[in-house]
């Protein structure tokens, strides 16, 4: 398994969690780009939201509510915060597990493209 957060998951690569549960986990991305920015993923391995289906599609109304929980906890539900999901290459996507980014701590640029 060749896959960088199935290897987080099961532990073989360190992380800082701040997240976890029988579904998904949580932890800091390794090159922040904001002063919060954490990578939100499922256990199971998908790869985009292109290999999404009706039946594996379930946890992400979960990752929302998690991601509500973590913000309030860090103490950026007030100021805001936004959550990303980058499909394919245009989509800017690196790492094909597919991951849910919160990002807040700051001004976000306005810019979404
Ligand atoms: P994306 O470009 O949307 O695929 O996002 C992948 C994210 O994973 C990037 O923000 C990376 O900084 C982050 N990342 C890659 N490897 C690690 C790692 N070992 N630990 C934490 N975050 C990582
Ligand atoms: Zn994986």
Not at 13 to 28: G, H, Q, T
Not at 34 to 58: C, D, M, R, Y
Not at 73 to 92: K, Q
């Amino acid at each position: 398994m060749e896959c960088v957060f199935c290897k987080i998951i099961n532990g073989e690569i360190p992380s800082k969690k701040v997240y976890e549960d029988d579904r998904i986990l949580a932890f800091n991305d390794i090159s922040p780009m904001a002063p919060t920015h954490i990578v939100i993923v499922p256990k199971e391995h998908i790869a985009s939201a292109n290999e999404l289906t009706e039946e594996n599609a379930e946890f992400i109304s979960h990752v929302f509510v998690v991601a509500a929980k973590i913000a309030k906890d860090l103490g950026i539900d007030e100021s805001g915060y936004r959550i990303v999901n980058n499909c394919g290459a245009d989509g800017g996507q690196t790492v094909y597990h597919i991951h849910f980014h919160l990002l807040g701590g700051k001004k976000l640029a306005v810019n979404l493209a």
